[in-house]
Nanobody
């Protein structure tokens, strides 16, 4: 399995971004793919997951603002991020099992 994260960028507080996690050589489906993030000087933390069965779950810090979805035809998982805050600034990674994508930087300016 290979994961390719993209979609990061610079956005003002209150703005929106959509991250994509494209999967390659993945015979296992999109369930179980999660998004994580790592801010400067902080440990990597879990953000959201498409659980097995398709149920999305979210960290409390992003609940109500972020939405994780999947497109099976495109073999891609998306993270729609709304009402972004400066504290959302981080490198965002997608993960499936033990495989990590390369990360995409999200910077939210105040």
């Amino acid at each position: 399995v290979q994961l390719q994260a993209s979609g990061g960028g610079l956005v003002q507080a209150g703005g929106s971004l959509t991250l994509s996690c494209a999967t390659l050589d993945n015979p296992f489906g999109l369930n179980g793919i999660g998004w994580y993030r790592q801010a400067p000087g902080r440990q990597r933390e879990w953000v959201a997951t498409i659980a097995y069965g398709g149920t999305p779950t979210y960290a409390d810090s992003v609940k109500g603002r972020f939405t994780i979805t999947e497109d099976n035809a495109e073999n891609t998982v998306f993270l729609q991020m709304n009402s972004l805050k400066p504290e959302d600034t981080a490198v965002y990674y997608c993960k499936k099992g033990v495989t990590w994508g390369q990360g995409t930087l999200v910077t939210v300016s105040s």
